[in-house]
């Protein structure tokens, strides 16, 4: 069992910056599949980013160019650093992970989830 646990998460104003990390407990994740996702109040749970072990790395189209997810696996930790972050990035923010060597972006892919930590981005 991977027990994953988030932190990072906050409020803060558009344009800001905020980091999130993604720590993993009972296994380690460096050879997993580790993605991002999030919930805005009312709506899915969509992806965000996901990195694979070797460092390759997919995102949503909402925030190329200005989220990147990066990992040290020494660490057993994986981060999402979100730059120029906007109002509608306001959501819980999971990190997810699975076996495997593809980039994942759906849900049901996953096994192991934490418990979110939210960001609030004020206009």
């Known amino acids: 069992q991977v027990q994953l646990m988030e932190s990072g998460g906050g409020s803060v104003q558009a344009g800001d910056s905020l980091r999130l990390s993604c720590g993993a407990s009972?296994?380690?994740?460096?050879?997993?599949?580790v993605a991002w996702f999030r919930q805005a109040p009312g709506k899915e749970r969509e992806f965000v980013a996901t990195?694979?072990?070797?460092?390759?790395?997919t995102y949503a189209d909402s925030v190329k160019g200005r989220f990147t997810i990066s990992r040290d696996n020494s660490k057993d930790t994986v981060f999402l650093q979100m730059n120029n972050l906007r109002s509608e990035d306001t959501a819980v923010y999971y990190c997810?992970?699975?076996?495997?060597?593809?980039?994942?972006?759906?849900?049901?892919?996953?096994?192991?989830w934490g418990q979110g930590t939210q960001v609030t981005v004020s206009s």
């Open positions: 997810a992970s699975t076996s495997g060597a593809l980039l994942y972006t759906t849900r049901s892919m996953f096994d192991y």
């Open positions: 009972g296994r380690s994740f460096s050879y997993s599949i």
């Open positions: 990195i694979n072990k070797i460092g390759e790395t």
